[in-house]
């Protein structure tokens, strides 16, 4: 249900009124997002990735490029993360599906048209897993999603983590000034482990168009895992940017570019 407090205010630019507003997710948690509302009833919902929030530059920049095309946009912290309740899981893609199912019921009861949705990073892996339970969605956007779940975690938590977690039941990932960044349980890493993305890319119905887009000098998820994608999914486009990395730092403007024009063909 939404806060009834939820404050509007005038953006000064344009027509654009941005609203906080607040949702409880199955679990009793409350999701926080900012849906920035053209008067349009098409609506996008865009999804952060790992320990990201809906302050994420990608998201905030890619919601204005929706705005200026006259499209609502929403952006929400799954639980756990940014201002939303829970606690913080290593893992936990499908709760983070069932966190984006919340927000969708939510706005299909105001009579939003939705018919996309967007994700970056980890978020990329969720709005794949949402379309493939899920098919209530006719377009989904993956950008720089990892398809190799079982990849990525020695840099995060050294080559010997499995044997650190199997003995402590928990690994406490630290920044460079030793500083504890957040902590991964046993339980956290296995739900990555057994997230299959090769099912899910299966599972997908022909008739939802797929975008994937990654960065060819992506240095946290190889571009590799987009190929993978591009083999599975039955309706599926692959864009890979030329010298993009992760966060598509100098390549902003073209990556709304290239989402604004997959959602118009549609």
């Known amino acids: 249900m939404a806060d009834g407090n939820s404050a509007q205010t005038q953006n000064r630019s344009s027509l654009v009124v941005q609203e906080r507003i ?34 994420s530059g990608t998201l905030v920049n890619l919601a204005a490029a929706l705005v200026s095309e006259g499209i609502s946009a929403f952006r929400f912290d799954f639980s756990g993360n940014g201002e939303s309740e829970g606690q913080f899981l290593y893992g936990g893609y499908w709760k983070e599906v069932e966190d984006l199912h919340t927000v969708i019921l939510y706005f299909s009861g105001k009579e939003r048209q939705m018919n996309t949705i967007i ?3 980890k978020g990329g892996n969720v709005v ?39 003995k402590d039941g928990f690994i406490d990932v630290k920044n460079s000034s030793g500083n504890v960044e957040y902590r991964v349980t046993k339980e956290g890493l296995m739900d990555r482990l057994q997230t299959d993305m090769k099912s899910a890319a299966l599972s997908i119905p022909k008739n939802c168009r797929v975008l994937t887009i990654h960065g060819s000098e992506d240095e946290t998820i190889p571009v590799t895992d987009a190929f993978e994608f591009d083999k599975l999914i039955t309706n599926h486009v692959l864009h890979v940017m030329d010298g993009a990395d992760h966060c598509y730092n100098f390549h902003q403007n073209e990556l709304a570019s290239v989402v604004l024009k997959f959602m118009k063909c549609g």
Do not use: P, W
Request: glycine share 10%; proline share 0%; aromatic share 6%.
């Open 22 to 55: 607040t949702l409880t997710n199955k679990h009793g948690e409350k999701l926080v997002g900012v849906l920035d509302d053209t008067g349009s009833r098409q609506l996008v919902v865009l999804c952060h990735g790992f320990r990201s929030s809906k302050e």
């Open 119 to 121: 994700g970056h990073s």
């Open 128 to 166: 794949l897993l949402y379309a493939s339970k899920y098919h209530d969605i006719s377009t989904v956007i993956n950008i720089s999603g990892r398809y190799a779940l079982d990849k990525g975690i020695e840099d995060r938590m050294g080559k010997d983590f499995e044997r650190r977690i199997n």
